[in-house]
Structures are given as C-alpha cells and as structure tokens.
C-alpha cells in the first residue's frame, strides 16, 4: 500500500464506529494491535502469513499497561497503533496467545471506512479482569521493548509510548490482578522513565 493511502487510511480510521460480536458474520481479515502485536518479528513468527497493513491511531482512548498493554477510553486522547490484515489461522494462534479461552483479553471489533468508502470490521483484544479489578503497572524491559520494535515497524510516534509508560507510574494501582500477573512473569524489574531526560531506565 503506497504512503498516500496510509495517510488516508489513517484519517478516516479516526472516526470509527464499534461493532458488536454478533453482528460480525464471517471471518475477520483485519486485526488492529497496539501492543506486542505491532512488532513485525513477533507476527513472523506467530502469524506468518499475516500481513502489515499500515499505521492506525485512534482517538479517545490510550494505552494503558497492566503490566502488559491494554487500551481504555479517554476523552481528548489518542492511542497509536498499527492494522493487519490477518487469516482465519492468524486470528485463532492470536486468540491463543491472548488468552482468550482462560478470559485474560476479549474479542472485540471496530468498524473501519476504508479509504474506498466501504466500511470493514476490525478485531482487536480488550484486557480483561482476573480478580474483579484492572489495575494499573509499569511493564518489564523486555515487553516494552517488543512494543518500541513494534512503534518503529508502523513508523508511529513514541512519544503515545513514552506518555503511556509515565501515566503507568503516576496512576499505578497494584490490585490483585496486576500483582498475580507480575508473580507468574517471575517478579521482572519494572522500566522507569527518568524525569530530566525521559529516557526510560530500569
């Protein structure tokens, strides 16, 4: 896909709508990621057959992380991401990689107007709650890691990143949930973000 259809793509994306599951009735092609997924070496290997499509920011909402990414509505906010086009494969080893049959992401879809006009449901996965809370953490430096990879494959803004890693610690709330998922990762040093340069640190 050429950069001026990225462009247009991107901006008419903004203005997206929410399709319920039920109202989708054959097999999702496009996937919209905004963590881990946005990483082109990831996707290689868990789902080679899928497909880059291009960048995909949206507006109110943000990543937020819980120890791993997920995203929440925010008014006057926008969260960066990337769009795939994916196989019925891909979406099954992605539901598997989610967590979606233990209840750790759900399904959820977008409607998107493709820049022909026509309008095309979109998957994404929303974090779910383990112990009746979500709270909020900052991630480990390998995930993150995986993620910036990802931010520079969709050539996106890394500043949403940065932004969402200082909102981690200024919101953090250790709840039940986060605490678990951070125990069952092996207890991994949390990145920081330095307050005089912005540079993250562990």
């Known amino acids: 896909m050429s950069k001026r259809k990225h462009r247009r793509l991107k901006h008419k994306s903004l203005r997206c709508g929410v399709a319920k599951p039920e109202t989708v009735k054959k097999p999702t092609t496009l996937m919209w990621a905004y963590g881990s997924n946005l990483s082109h070496r990831?996707?290689?290997?868990?789902?080679?057959?899928?497909?880059?499509?291009?960048?995909?920011?949206?507006?109110?909402?943000?990543?937020?992380?819980?120890?791993?990414?997920?995203?929440?509505?925010?008014?006057?906010?926008?969260?960066?991401?990337?769009?795939?086009r994916i196989t019925p494969r891909c979406e099954r080893e992605l539901d598997a990689y989610e967590g979606v049959s233990a209840g750790i992401y759900e399904k959820r879809y977008l409607l998107l107007r493709m820049p022909d006009g026509r309008e095309e449901k979109c998957l994404y996965y929303k974090m779910l709650p383990?112990?009746?809370?979500?709270?909020?953490m900052p991630p480990?430096?390998?995930?993150?890691?995986?993620?910036?990879?990802?931010?520079?494959?969709?050539?996106?803004?890394?500043?949403?990143?940065?932004?969402?890693?200082?909102?981690?610690?200024?919101?953090?709330?250790?709840?039940?949930?986060?605490?678990?998922?951070?125990?069952r990762k092996g207890r991994p040093r949390l990145v920081r973000i330095t307050e005089a340069n912005g540079e993250t640190v562990q």
């Open 42 to 84: 990831q996707m290689r290997l868990r789902c080679p057959r899928a497909k880059p499509v291009g960048p995909l920011c949206l507006e109110g909402g943000v990543l937020t992380f819980r120890g791993y990414a997920d995203v929440e509505s925010r008014d006057g906010c926008v969260i960066a991401g990337g769009l795939w």
């Open 140 to 183: 480990w430096a390998q995930y993150l890691d995986v993620i910036r990879d990802g931010y520079k494959d969709f050539k996106l803004n890394t500043r949403y990143l940065d932004e969402a890693l200082a909102r981690a610690w200024g919101e953090k709330d250790k709840t039940a949930d986060v605490l678990d998922r951070w125990k």
């Open 130 to 136: 383990q112990n009746g809370e979500l709270g909020v």
